[in-house]
């Protein structure tokens, strides 16, 4: 599959370098030296990075056959698309790329299906699971290992042991969030919707939901309350 790993920026000096605003939690991966890439739009590229540094806290990159400002600057804007598997894994230890936990059934241990996460919301104290329930509401899930038990890429799914409050569990349904059918009653969809209202006030909601970085992000189990942010 095909991911933005970066935005290309500023002309930095006269020798071809650019700046390049990162959009990857991997650049010294997705960035480094001898990266073929694809662009956005598909008529610049592909590009090959010759070079990079660090300079001042931001990533300068020098792709091959740009040799100066000119040149460099007429690829301001340039989005960098590069191949990445769909099976691939972060080093980390609890830690998955966005795109892998996107759409996985949520459930209870007992296989009570809560519904579909939708969303990761990256804020700064933790991640959040976004997860659309089959009525259409919606509920945040913290993503920490007290409460996010086991995540199952086999088989599609993220277990939880929510606490007293996070969801309501009269209203989840014993049918897979996949084929529910939409619609349900008013009452129901009222019931939820004040429900979501309470976790998102616990949750920071009122921050509004940070959108993950375009390479899917990467979203990291916090160990309990402690709460270790998304790399």
């Given at each position: 599959m095909q991911l933005v790993v970066a935005r290309i920026g500023r002309a930095h000096g006269i020798k071809g370098e650019v700046t390049v605003e990162v959009r990857t939690d991997e650049p010294e991966l997705r960035l480094g030296p001898g990266a073929v890439l694809h662009t956005d739009p598909a008529s610049a590229g592909p590009l090959?990075?010759?070079?990079g540094r660090v300079h001042s806290g931001r990533l300068l990159l020098r792709f091959e056959g740009v040799k100066d400002r000119n040149a460099a600057e007429a690829l301001r804007n340039i989005l960098l698309i590069a191949d990445v598997d769909p099976d691939e894994l972060p080093e980390e230890e609890d830690e998955y790329y966005d795109h892998q936990l996107m759409d996985l059934d949520v459930v209870l241990a007992d296989g009570t299906e809560i519904g579909v996460i939708s969303e990761i919301s990256h804020l700064p104290s933790q991640?959040?699971?976004?997860?659309?329930r089959p009525d259409g509401t919606e509920v945040m899930i913290p993503f920490v290992s007290t409460i996010v038990t086991e995540?199952?890429?086999?088989?599609?799914?993220?277990v939880i042991a929510p606490p007293p409050g996070l969801i309501d569990d009269s209203q989840a349904v014993v049918v897979s969030a996949r084929d529910a059918e939409a619609?349900?009653?008013?009452?129901?969809?009222?019931?939820?919707?004040e429900a979501?209202?309470?976790?998102?006030?616990?949750?920071?909601?009122d921050e509004g939901r940070e959108a993950g970085p375009a390479d899917g992000g990467k979203a990291a189990a916090a160990d309990?309350?402690?709460?270790?942010?998304?790399s």
């Open positions: 090959t990075i010759e070079t991640d959040l699971f976004i997860v659309e995540i199952d890429l086999e088989n599609q799914r993220a619609g349900a009653s008013d009452a129901d969809a009222d019931a939820d919707a979501g209202a309470e976790v998102g006030a616990e949750a920071g909601a309990g309350d402690a709460q270790k942010d998304a």
